[in-house]
């Protein structure tokens, strides 16, 4: 069975930073891109990033471009979202999303149950 | 950035047929994928490529795609069926993920 687990949420100043983490199990983790989605609450779903399974190719949403970095550390079956210079907005549930294949655009076959970021002062 | 658009509500009675639309340019060269998330949980997949149906997910639900427009129909609609419904594609170069907006399916 498939489990993504997100942890490393919370409450953070405007400006500040924060590591989210997504621990994988149940599959072969380096066969597969993962991505990370997000949702303001009360809004839709927000795709933030994605990187394929060797971690060599990444790509992210205009809305975080040079704010956020995806990576992975295959023989822990981790994948990561680095947050920096954080705003309001980017306040949201943050979704682990596996891809149903090693590609960018493929669709998530399994997510976990999210983790909340507050930016707020 | 590229975009595609979902009706922000449709409403059907219980046993009627619920279509839910989304439109973008590049649908016509991308496949579009539908999710359906309930309140407080993680979103679910209900159809993949188009209209193939996953494993566990009732027949009541179908896709489909003309030119830049793509529709989840569910047929014989049950209150269970109530929740916001995703969709999802690429831009035309395959390489940027991007949803629609949602669509909240009320069964009255």
């Known amino acids: 069975e498939v489990q993504l687990v997100e942890s490393g949420g919370g409450l953070v100043q405007p400006g500040g930073s924060l590591r989210l983490s997504c621990a994988a199990s149940?599959?072969?983790?380096?066969?597969?891109?993962m991505s990370w989605v997000r949702q303001a609450p009360g809004k839709g779903l927000e795709w933030v990033s994605v990187?394929?399974?060797?971690?060599?190719?990444?790509h992210y949403a205009d809305s975080v471009k040079g704010r956020f970095t995806i990576s992975r550390d295959n023989s822990k079956n981790t994948l990561y979202l680095q947050m920096n210079s954080l705003r309001a907005e980017d306040t949201a549930v943050y979704y682990c999303a596996k891809v149903d294949a090693d590609m960018v655009n493929g669709y998530f076959d399994n997510w976990g149950q999210g983790t909340l970021v507050t930016v707020s002062s | 950035s590229y975009e595609v658009t979902q009706p922000p509500s449709v409403s059907v009675s219980p046993g009627q047929t619920a279509r839910i639309t989304c439109s973008g340019d590049?649908?016509?060269?991308?496949?579009a994928y539908w999710y359906q998330q309930k309140a407080g949980q993680a979103p679910v997949l209900v159809i993949h490529?188009?209209?193939e149906r996953p494993s566990g997910i009732p027949e009541r639900f179908s896709g489909s795609s003309s030119g830049t427009t793509v529709t989840l129909t569910i047929s014989g609609v049950q209150a269970e069926d109530e929740g916001d419904y995703y969709c999802?594609?690429?831009?035309?170069?395959?390489?940027?993920?991007?949803f629609g907006g949602g669509t909240k399916l009320t069964v009255v």
């Open positions: 149940g599959f072969t983790f380096s066969s597969y891109a």
């Open positions: 999802q594609s690429a831009d035309s170069s395959g390489t940027y993920v991007v």
């Open positions: 590049a649908l016509p060269n991308q496949y």
């Open positions: 990187i394929r399974g060797s971690g060599g190719s990444t």
């Open positions: 490529k188009d209209s």
